[in-house]
């Protein structure tokens, strides 16, 4: 999959949420440790249903879903964001507070959600998956937050999207 590649439900550009390549040796925590280094989603898809991928332990990765064609296409390209980690601690459960944080992008942790609690089940074994990251797109002057969720025994991520 490239930066090219198109998302078969919506025809935008597949992107990643997250690479975790730049901070893999920094973080100890088992849940990053068995993740892929980066994240595939389709943003747009994502803000209404949950995007599947899947990933081989030698790093390939392949979209699972959606597949369908989504009623709002041609939604138009939304441009590259890089953001870095710092490795700031925050207190525990401070994401459970959706409006108490500045910048609420985080790795593991507990998801702030915007409305309610909403983890996917895994497309490959149905179970819910573990919640890994979140996004919160304030900072680049937009609103919501993207979650990233992965199976570690399927191999599987999940995105959602939620906003006010």
């Avoid at 573990?130 to 937050?145: H, R, Y």
Wanted: charge should be negative.
């Amino acid at each position: 999959i490239t930066s090219e590649t198109k998302c078969p439900s919506c025809d935008g550009k597949l992107s990643w949420l997250f690479d975790f390549s730049t901070i893999r040796g920094k973080i100890t925590q088992r849940f990053l440790a068995d993740s892929p280094e980066r994240i595939l989603c389709c943003l747009h898809c994502s803000c209404f249903k949950p995007t599947y991928a899947g990933y081989d332990a030698d790093g390939s990765e392949e979209w699972l879903a959606p597949f369908e064609k989504c009623q709002f296409q041609n939604y138009g390209e939304r441009k590259a964001v890089v953001r870095h980690c710092n490795n700031l601690p925050f207190p525990p459960f401070a994401c459970a507070e959706p409006f108490g944080i500045e910048d609420a992008s985080t790795i593991g942790g507990v998801p702030m959600w915007l409305q309610h609690a909403d983890f996917p089940r895994c497309i490959k074994c149905s179970q819910l998956t573990p919640f890994l990251a979140q996004l919160d797109n304030s900072t680049l002057g937009e609103e919501g937050i993207y979650y990233a969720f992965f199976c570690g025994h399927c191999r599987v991520s999940a995105v959602t999207y939620q906003q006010t």
